[in-house]
Nanobody, 124 residues
Framework: QVRLVESGGGLVQAGDSLRLSCAAYGRAISSDTIGWFRQAPGKEREFVAC????????DYANSVKGRFTISRDNAKNLVFLQMTSLKPEDAAVYYC?????????????????WGSGTPVTVSS
């Protein structure tokens, strides 16, 4: 069973950068697709970015394309989300989630295991 732990969230100003980390424990996640998701207060959890098993393929929500970069280090069982040019509307709790069912971009409904999230606050 996989346990995911996110870290790196915090309070930043608009325009700043943050790097979130997602560490996996329990087994290797090199055969899993991993995604980053976020949930703002009063809103549904939404897709942010995903990465394939090898890291060769990525995809992003339109709202973060060009500002966020997802990457992974399978040797260290880690997945990252580099966030730049942060905006107040990026504020949310950020979660990583994964599945081993296929190598397609993982959606909210396709996640089999979740982390507990890390909060990001962006002041204007």
């Amino acid at each position: 069973q996989v346990r995911l732990v996110e870290s790196g969230g915090g309070l930043v100003q608009a325009g700043d950068s943050l790097r979130l980390s997602c560490a996996a424990y329990g087994r290797a996640i090199s055969s899993d697709t991993i995604g980053w998701f976020r949930q703002a207060p009063g809103k549904e959890r939404e897709f942010v970015a995903c990465i394939s098993r090898s890291g060769a393929n990525t995809d992003y929500a339109n709202s973060v394309k060009g500002r966020f970069t997802i990457s992974r280090d399978n040797a260290k069982n880690l997945v990252f989300l580099q966030m730049t040019s942060l905006k107040p509307e990026d504020a949310a709790v950020y979660y990583c989630g994964g599945t081993g069912r296929n190598d397609l971009c993982v959606t909210v409904d396709g996640v089999d295991y979740w982390g507990s999230g890390t909060p990001v606050t962006v002041s204007s």
